[in-house]
């Protein structure tokens, strides 16, 4: 034990003085990712709430034929521009991005709208440009409106009432909190926060594995009478305390930092106080053993600084890759997911965000089995610096 | 003492020791001399226990480095081949690290650290990190961390390697000064003249054997000229043949 405290106490004080690991557990992750994440938060808000704001562009090939529907949409105020050419134009225009929608409207329009026929407009939309998504449901929104008004009056012409076309009245009741709409957008959060975490400790395991086998102070270490497990237990310790350092270091930048993101404009609001921040750097804490166990392994069997240094760099995406399905495929919170590492953290941070009670047995399960992996690893490396080959 | 009891030890297809004894016994300086790649820092590892041996044996005043690493180990100050220091801290704290290693209590600790700058002359470095120190300065700091316990043997793997004249001279006379205090010293060289100005007994070991042994005056004798490096020579023959 005292020599595990021993290892501990030498490798924090040796990385305080190593500008990497400063750099990279103090500024780069709790710095640089908030930073980076606020930046981006904001300049997606903003594309947002412009678009909504702005009146509707509209090129309309065949403006001719239906000057009531096109005085309709210049009522609601879409600004209508007179589009040149057919469909085949149109088409074009769109798949070029020249235009986010094109309306036609044939010459038979209005012929086939007053015979009470279905009157044919073709509305020319691209549905892989997600920056046009906006614009096409609203065009299709108010031509549907449009219909529906000619439908009245029809009907109402005929002595009946217009209610008789309308069997079903639907109304979208979104119940979707303001913060959880606001998570939509922050499912990456997570991502951040264990990639910072890692970086954390990225230096400080690579430093007391394969930089000090290059050092050549290895050896004279494993010369010692001391349990060669107290010697890693206390190297993947002081890895873990780097790590728990920028993770509550990023967590608190993050809590600062996005109260600058102007969600309230969106009509959402942001669930991280104190105490979220407190319970999100709870819930990664059990994390940060499985990482560094992970990051001392792979760095061991290197052969030298710079070739642990490209490998972590690899490993260290591994963990982050259950976040990415999770936060695109939007993966609900489930116990069975609980058992796997940095996917449960990331869904109970989402649910703290979310600011959800988070469930207990979901907690637990996720500690226990984020531990258990963890204890599995660090045995493993302990296994590992038994071995003769540890000197290379 | 030291006993080395025929150890034996193969790396895949390599033999790398197949049989080297020897005693070291306290109170002399014991060489361990052959050409580079001979087995000597094989035999070495095998005796400070990071490697294990597939035959053999080394015991430490008697205790089995197999069976009884700790006791045995605590009975062993060990400089490795090209030892390195932490650069990022000072000398003081490099040799606190192993002190405290070896299960020292913290007040006797710092006093002997002290005793060892005076002993090693480090006092302008104790304070310095280690950054930038010359070669010499990091041997002086690797061999006070070796010897902070008080090791009754001393294990040395080619310690002169890249160090100046001085630094040299000064190493000899430490060896000397602790050989004369009763300890047991056990180093490597390959270079003879080395081994013959400093050791009271040489153990000479080519392709992983022993295949001469004896005082300097001793393994002279043998080959009836007064060069050691002709016994030399002809011992490292008699093992290729």
Request: with cysteine.
């Amino acid at each position: 034990m005292r020599a595990l405290w021993t290892v501990l106490c030498k490798e924090l004080v040796e990385n305080a003085r190593d500008r990497r690991t400063v750099l990279s557990a103090l500024v780069l992750g709790p710095l640089g990712a908030p930073l980076l994440f606020t930046v981006m938060m904001n300049l997606t808000l903003e594309r947002g709430r412009e678009r909504a704001e702005q009146p509707l562009e509209l090129p309309v090939a065949g403006q001719r034929a239906a000057p009531n529907l096109v005085a309709f949409l210049k009522g609601e105020g879409v600004r209508i521009s007179d589009f040149q050419g057919g469909a085949a134009a149109a088409a074009a225009a769109v798949r070029s991005h020249e235009a986010r929608v094109v309306l036609v409207i044939p010459d038979t329009y209005g012929e086939r709208l007053r015979a009470g026929e279905p009157a044919a407009v073709q509305l020319y939309t691209d549905s892989s440009d997600t920056g046009a998504r906006g614009d096409r449901v609203r065009a299709e929104a108010l031509l549907r409106g449009y219909g529906s008004q000619i439908a009245a009056w029809r009907l109402e012409a005929r002595g009946l009432s217009p209610l008789l076309a309308q069997p079903l009245a639907v109304d979208e009741v979104d119940v979707s909190t303001p913060a959880a709409r606001a998570l939509a957008v922050l499912g990456m959060l997570s991502y951040f926060i264990v990639f910072a975490t890692l970086m954390g400790g990225l230096y400080v395991a690579i430093d007391t594995t394969a930089g000090e086998r290059e050092r050549g102070s290895l050896e004279p270490l494993l010369t010692l009478p001391v349990p060669r497990r107290a010697l890693v237990y206390g190297k993947i310790l002081a890895a873990g305390a780097y790590m728990s350092l920028s993770l509550s270091l990023t967590v608190a930048t993050f809590a600062v930092s996005l109260r600058f993101v102007r969600f309230d404009t969106l009509g959402m609001a942001l669930n991280l106080g104190p105490r979220v921040a407190l319970a999100m750097v709870a819930v990664m804490l059990p994390f940060v053993l499985l990482g560094s166990a992970l990051m001392t392994i792979v760095a061991s069997f290197t052969r030298s600084y710079r070739e642990a240094q490209s490998w972590l760099a690899a490993v260290v995406l591994v963990p982050t890759l259950p976040i990415v399905f999770a936060a695109l495929y939007q993966v609900p919170s489930r116990a069975g997911l609980m058992w796997v590492p940095s996917l449960s953290q990331h869904l109970l941070i989402q649910s703290l965000l979310r600011g959800e009670e988070l469930k207990a047995s979901h907690v637990l399960l996720s500690v226990a089995a984020t531990l258990a992996l963890g204890a599995l690893l660090a045995w493993i490396a302990a296994r590992l610096y038994g071995r003769e080959r540890i000197l290379g | 003492m030291i006993v080395l009891e025929g150890l034996a030890k193969r790396f895949g297809a390599v033999e790398a020791v197949r049989e080297v004894s020897l005693a070291a016994q306290d109170g002399r300086v014991t060489g361990l001399l052959g050409p580079n790649g001979a087995g000597k820092s094989t035999t070495l590892r095998l005796l400070y226990g990071v490697l294990r041996p597939d035959r053999g044996r080394a015991l430490v005043d008697g205790l089995d480095v197999a069976s009884a690493p700790r006791a045995a180990l605590g009975r062993l100050g060990v400089l490795p081949h090209n030892a390195g220091i932490y650069p990022l801290l000072t000398a003081r704290e490099n040799i606190r690290y192993f002190g405290a290693l070896q299960g020292m209590p913290e007040p006797a600790l710092e006093r002997r650290i002290d005793e060892l700058a005076a002993l090693l002359d480090l006092g302008a470095i104790l304070e310095r990190r280690a950054k930038g120190f010359s070669q010499g300065e990091r041997l002086k700091v690797a061999l006070a961390r070796a010897l902070v316990h008080g090791p009754q043997n001393l294990v040395l793997d080619e310690p002169t390697n890249g160090l100046d004249v001085l630094a040299t001279r000064n190493l000899r006379e430490l060896i000397r000064r602790l050989r004369d205090a009763g300890h047991c010293l056990l180093f490597s060289s390959h270079v003879m003249q080395e081994v013959g100005a400093l050791c009271d007994d040489i153990v000479i070991v080519a392709h992983g054997r022993v295949v001469a042994r004896g005082t300097p005056e001793e393994l002279r004798a043998t080959v009836g000229s007064g060069s050691l490096e002709d016994a030399f020579i002809a011992a490292l023959g008699a093992g290729a043949g």
